[in-house]
């Protein structure tokens, strides 16, 4: 199992589209992978919080639809047992969770789920938690298990508590909530700035889109990252953009490699002119990545969460508030 993880992030000739290139899978000796079953963290929400407190963000209705059972609750925390974890780079593991093969994970297109890990007491015994969210990029139809894409930080609570996670192992997870409600052509263009594992929710909606032949929606991805090594899923993004005409993806990187072709720097103005739709009612930019960048581009989020005032580049160019969303 380590060994096809690994493969799943190193090696991309191993990548084999159907004619139609409508799907893209990794082939082992024991399994078949959609390419797009991992997730990734988001920098979205993280808070702590005992556990006797009630839920401190909006969970989505969980719907079993069609009679198909579905593995998450929005209001109770579900075990995962973890199957397996390959590193990804310096800095980065794949995690595999399983459960029950008949069951779906029970997410929409975008949503994110939340993790929990314990982390001390308080002085009246109640154990505290680290919660932190995670956006699915999986197909919502895959059934018994999901992925987690985890840069692992030194100080971070949650990401090191993954670190010591082994096989066998449990994770628990609520969710899941919804960020934004896609449905095919709501849009004719859509823009995307991810930074960093900001690729999570993008990839979602791109993954939703690639395999819908009826969804003619135009996507425009600008992906910044601090080097060409950062750039997470990139074998991924490239196949999908030469098989699906209407995905077009640009890098740009803060310390580009000798011969680098893409783009250097953080994410400007030209960038943005030139890659992503004009401001208009058939456009809609997504943007996700670090809190300076978020700042940089569109101006933060409000700390309940909510979308905010608009700001940064964005603004400057002409887009209002209900052209962008922040994830």
């Known amino acids: 199992m380590a060994a096809f993880l690994r493969r799943l992030v190193t090696a991309a000739p191993a990548l084999r589209y159907n004619a139609l290139c409508g799907q893209s899978r990794i082939e082992s000796s024991k399994f078949r992978f ?11 929400i993280s808070y702590m919080f005992y556990a006797s407190t009630s839920n401190l963000v909006h969970l989505a209705p969980n719907c079993e639809e069609d009679g198909q059972k579905v593995a998450l609750k929005p209001d109770k925390w579900i075990e ?35 993790t929990r890990a314990p982390i001390d007491k308080d002085e009246q015994g109640e154990v505290k938690y680290v919660a932190r969210s995670y956006t699915p990029i999986s197909d919502p139809e895959a059934k018994g298990y999901f992925d987690l894409l985890i840069k692992i930080y030194p100080q971070g609570k949650m990401t090191q508590h993954f670190a010591k996670l082994k ?54 991805l600008i992906f910044a990252n601090v080097s060409a090594d950062d750039i997470l899923l990139k074998e991924k993004l490239d196949k ?17 490699p000798k011969g680098w ?16 739709p004009s401001p208009g009612n058939d456009a809609l930019i997504l943007v996700c990545g670090p809190p300076g960048m978020m700042k940089h581009i569109c101006g933060p989020k409000n700390k309940d969460f909510t979308q905010g005032e608009l700001g940064g ?5 002409g887009y209002s508030k209900d052209m962008v969303f922040k994830f």
């Open 34 to 44: 959609p390419i797009g079953t991992i997730t990734a963290v988001t920098g979205g």
């Open 167 to 220: 096989p066998g192992d449990k994770l628990e997870v609520k969710g899941p909530i919804r960020k934004l409600k896609y449905s095919p052509n709501m849009k004719k263009h859509i823009g995307m700035i991810a930074g960093g594992t900001g690729i999570t929710p993008m990839l979602q909606v791109i993954d939703a889109i690639a395999k819908n032949q009826d969804d003619i929606t135009q996507v425009s």
């Open 261 to 276: 072709k893409g783009g250097k720097g953080h994410v400007s103005k030209d960038m943005i002119i030139k890659c992503l």
């Open 313 to 317: 580049l964005l603004k400057d160019l």
């Open 80 to 114: 995962f047992e973890l199957q397996d974890v390959a590193r990804v780079s310096h800095n980065t593991n794949l995690y595999r969770f399983s459960f029950d093969p008949s069951e779906k994970l029970g997410v929409d297109v975008a949503s994110c789920i939340v």
């Open 240 to 256: 999908l953009a030469a098989c699906h005409p209407n995905i077009k993806v640009f890098y740009t990187v803060s310390n580009p």
